[in-house]
Nanobody, 126 residues
């Protein structure tokens, strides 16, 4: 059984930076992938970034490329999302997600993920 524990988030001014973390427990074999999704009020949950645990393959939502960086520390079983040059439209609840058997081309698909964190609020003021 996989459990995900998120930390970080908070309030920041536009142009600022934040880092959120997600610690995973349980196995990480069989094409284990982790991702970040976000959900703004009144909107659907959307893909932000994902990483294949074993190989480090990455994917990003186009609007965050060059501003956000996803990474993982295998020794700490932790995934990170470094968010720079934040914009008000980045305001959302950010969710950590994980799943097994996810092929690289499907890492951005929300339906591929079976395990979810509780979410952490990121608020960017203008």
């Amino acid at each position: 059984q996989v459990q995900l524990a998120e930390s970080g988030g908070g309030l920041v001014q536009a142009g600022g930076s934040l880092r959120i973390s997600c610690e995973t427990s349980g196995p990480t074999y069989n094409n284990y992938a982790m991702g970040w999704f976000r959900q703004a009020p009144g909107k659907d949950r959307e893909f932000v970034a994902a990483i294949r645990w074993s190989t480090g393959n990455l994917q990003y939502k186009d609007s965050v490329k060059g501003r956000f960086t996803i990474s993982r520390d295998k020794a700490k079983n932790t995934m990170y999302l470094q968010m720079n040059n934040l914009k008000p439209e980045d305001t959302a609840v950010y969710y950590c997600a994980a799943g097994f058997g996810i092929i690289i081309s499907a890492m951005s698909s929300i339906n591929q993920y079976d395990y979810w964190g509780q979410g952490t609020q990121v608020t960017v003021s203008s």
